[in-house]
C-alpha cells in the first residue's frame, strides 16, 4: 500500500474530508508520493551502509578507506574481501588468522607456514598466475607481519590431468589454444 492510500485511510474514519477527486486529495497523492520516494532513498542507503549488504556505492566508499583495493570483481566477493580487511586486530598474527585475513586480497588464498619467518601462499581455486596478481601480492605483503619472508606457489595442469581431456596436438592446433591456455584448461 502506498503512503497516499495510508494517508487517506487514516483520515476517512473523520468523515470530514473529501478525499476522491479533490484538491484535498490531489495534496495527499503528492505527500504520499514524496514519502515514497523518501522511503525508496532511506532503504538504499540502509542497504549501502552495512558492509553485508552493500552492492554499489557503499563498497566503492569502504574500498576507497583502505591503501590498497582488493581485487575481487563481483560485489559478493568485494564485500566479503572488505569484511576479512575490517576484522584484521592486534592478535591478527596466527596462522589461523591470517588465512582469515588473507581472503581479504580478493582471492581465496591460503597461507602455510614452512619454517621459522617463512611461509608459502598459494590459491587452490586459480590455476596458474591469479588475475590482478601484482595488486593481490601488494595486499598479501600489507597484511602479513613484516618480518616474515613470502613465498608465492601457483599449480597448473600436469601431463596426467591433460590426458584426460584426450587432447592430441591437432585438435590444440585447430582451436589455436596458447600454453597459457593449456596450463589452466577446465572440465
Not at 611461509?119 to 598459494?122: F, K, R, S
Not at 596458474?128 to 596478481?133: E, M, R, T, V, Y
Not at 618480518?147 to 596426467?160: A, D, L, M, N, S
Given at each position: 500500500m502506498s503512503s497516499a492510500e495510508d494517508l487517506k485511510r487514516l483520515l476517512r474514519p473523520l468523515g470530514v474530508y473529501r478525499l476522491e477527486n479533490s484538491f484535498f486529495g490531489a495534496e495527499l497523492d503528492s505527500v504520499g508520493n514524496a514519502l515514497d520516494a523518501l522511503e525508496q532513498t532511506i532503504?538504499?542507503?540502509q542497504q549501502e551502509m552495512l558492509p553485508d549488504t552493500?552492492?554499489?556505492e557503499g563498497l566503492e566508499r569502504?574500498?576507497?578507506?583502505?591503501?590498497r583495493r582488493p581485487a575481487a570483481e563481483q560485489p559478493e566477493q568485494m564485500a566479503a574481501a572488505l569484511a576479512a580487511l575490517l576484522?584484521?586486530?592486534d592478535d591478527s598474527f596466527t596462522l589461523r588468522a591470517i588465512n582469515d585475513t588473507v581472503s581479504g586480497c580478493g582471492?581465496?588464498?591460503v597461507v602455510e607456514e614452512t619454517g621459522i619467518n617463512r611461509?608459502?601462499?598459494?590459491f587452490p581455486s586459480v590455476r596458474?598466475?591469479?588475475?590482478?596478481?601484482d595488486r593481490i601480492r601488494e595486499i598479501l605483503e600489507d597484511v602479513l607481519p613484516a618480518?616474515?619472508?613470502?613465498?608465492?606457489?601457483?599449480?597448473?595442469?600436469?601431463?596426467?590431468e591433460l590426458n584426460r581431456y584426450a587432447l592430441t596436438w591437432r585438435t590444440v592446433e585447430q582451436q589455436a589454444m596458447t600454453w597459457r591456455q593449456l596450463e589452466i584448461l577446465e572440465q
Open positions: 532503504e538504499d542507503i552493500a552492492r554499489g569502504l574500498a576507497a578507506l583502505f591503501r576484522r584484521i586486530a582471492v581465496n588464498a611461509v608459502n601462499v598459494w596458474g598466475i591469479p588475475a590482478a596478481f618480518h616474515v619472508g613470502v613465498e608465492y606457489r601457483f599449480w597448473y595442469q600436469t601431463w596426467g
